[in-house]
């Protein structure tokens, strides 16, 4: 049997240093540090992450208008040649009517044509517009 003074082989053992010693070194050991200490590394770590959290949105904004300006250039050049492509369609026309109605008629006619589709699109283009605006006057 064992006895109960007798201490366990290798528990708190270290050669060369005596039991006084280890006692003295743990009690300096500090397992938390002080308040202000933690305050201090919140801080650091606070302004650390504000930091690379503003670096991020610079970069994410200049990534946006890169591909803004990109977008908004691509969508000029489609505009400019839907623009002459319906250009071309009127001309087109123009000379496929002219046997049938002269002239002046097929042109008279395109013409006619595009104002009545100017007067829709025009049309559709305010009633959204005041749809935009009755919502925000709902809001008030």
């Known amino acids: 049997m064992r006895d109960e003074n007798e201490?366990?082989?290798g528990a708190d053992f270290a050669p060369g240093v005596?039991?006084?010693?280890?006692?003295?070194e743990s009690d300096r050991e500090v397992p938390y540090g002080s308040?202000?200490?933690?305050?201090?590394s919140l801080y650091e770590d606070?302004?650390?992450?504000?930091?690379a959290e503003v670096a991020f949105q610079k970069s994410r904004l200049a990534?946006?208008?890169h591909h803004t300006r990109s977008a908004a250039f691509y969508g000029?050049?489609?505009?400019?040649?839907?623009?002459l492509a319906l250009l071309g369609l009127v001309v087109g026309l123009i000379i496929a009517l002219r046997p049938y109605l002269g002239a002046f008629?097929?042109?008279g006619l395109m013409v006619a044509l595009m104002f009545l589709f100017t007067a829709i699109a025009g049309w559709m283009a305010l009633?959204?517009?005041r749809r935009i605006s009755e919502a925000f006057e709902n809001d008030a």
């Open 46 to 51: 606070s302004r650390t992450y504000l930091e």
């Open 105 to 107: 008629g097929a042109m």
């Open 35 to 40: 308040l202000r200490d933690d305050m201090e």
């Open 63 to 65: 990534y946006a208008a």
């Open 76 to 83: 000029l050049c489609a505009m400019a040649f839907l623009h």
């Open 18 to 24: 005596s039991d006084e010693a280890m006692e003295s």
């Open 7 to 9: 201490e366990t082989p």
């Open 127 to 129: 009633r959204q517009f």
